[in-house]
């Protein structure tokens, strides 16, 4: 699992697909780049290690 803040809200991705304030939505990641896409809007973001969280899981 993967947990992104972006402006004070969390993100996390788990997989393909992530969750945001309820809603799915589609994800890629290339090292640290990262699609969103909502609805039909996308929004590419870079990620920093000050604002990722990374968490393992079983």
Do not use: F, P
């Not at 939505?25 to 969280?53: C, F, L, P, Q, W």
Request: glycine share 8%; hydrophobic share 35%; net charge negative.
């Amino acid at each position: 699992m993967r947990t992104i803040t972006i402006n004070g809200q969390y993100i996390i991705l788990y997989g393909v697909c992530a969750e945001i304030e309820g809603r799915a939505v589609g994800y890629d990641s290339i090292e640290d780049r990262v699609t969103i896409v909502v609805g039909e809007e996308e929004t590419e973001i870079t990620t920093y290690a000050d604002n990722v969280k990374r968490m393992d899981q079983d």
